[in-house]
Structures are given as C-alpha cells and as structure tokens.
Nanobody
C-alpha cells in the first residue's frame, strides 16, 4: 500500500533553517493535494502549509514569509523549507497527502512525522 515518509527534522538554533522532505511510495498511484501539519507538546495538530496539484499554496499566518512548500511530481515528493525558525516552531511535523489508487480511490494518507526542535 501507499506510504508517506518524512525526513529532515532535527535540532536547530533560533534563526536557523531546515528543509523537510516527504516521499510517497507504493505501486501505481497519483497524488493530488499535499500538505504539512505540526503538533507541539500540549497542543492540537495544526495546519502549516498546503499545496494543490496545480501548485497553489496556502500557509498558516504564523509561518507566512518564513516557510515555503513545494512539490516534485516526478519524484512524488513534497518539501517544506523552514527559515528563521523560532522556539515556538518546535513540534512534530507530519506530511499529509490525498492519493488516488485503483483499489481505494481517493484517500487521505499521513506520514509518521519528523521532530523539529528549535533551541539555543
């Protein structure tokens, strides 16, 4: 079945940058909308950024101007470039994708998450 795997998380100082990657793998499938969510300790999971199949993007107000989402359709990947990181960006970041397969049709898939820690 289809799997989403995130990578690129780690420890970074305030003001630093990280680039997260999400790779989709499986048999025959096609990816529609993709996005990134995050969950900080003691908080609910929240939307960070989305990107449609046509390339339209949407961002949470807290990350506008700092985070940028992009996708590589040929490689079945979505990226999140995070700049000028702040301590409040500390969270587990999850990849989300709407994927079509012949067996299941359109369905939402989630990755297992990658941890980002912003601290001095």
């Amino acid at each position: 079945q289809v799997q989403l795997v995130e990578s690129g998380g780690g420890l970074v100082q305030p003001g630093g940058s990280l680039r997260l990657s999400c790779a989709a793998s499986g048999s025959t499938f096609s990816i529609n909308d993709m996005g990134w969510y995050r969950q900080a300790p003691g908080k609910e999971r929240e939307l960070v950024a989305t990107i449609s199949s046509g390339g339209s993007t949407n961002y949470a107000d807290s990350v506008k101007g700092r985070f940028f989402v992009s996708r590589d359709n040929a490689r079945n990947r979505v990226y999140l470039q995070m700049n000028n990181l702040k301590p409040e960006d500390t969270a587990v970041y999850y990849c989300k994708a709407k994927i079509y397969t012949a067996i299941n049709g359109l369905r939402i898939y989630w990755g297992q998450g990658t941890r980002v820690t912003v601290s001095s």
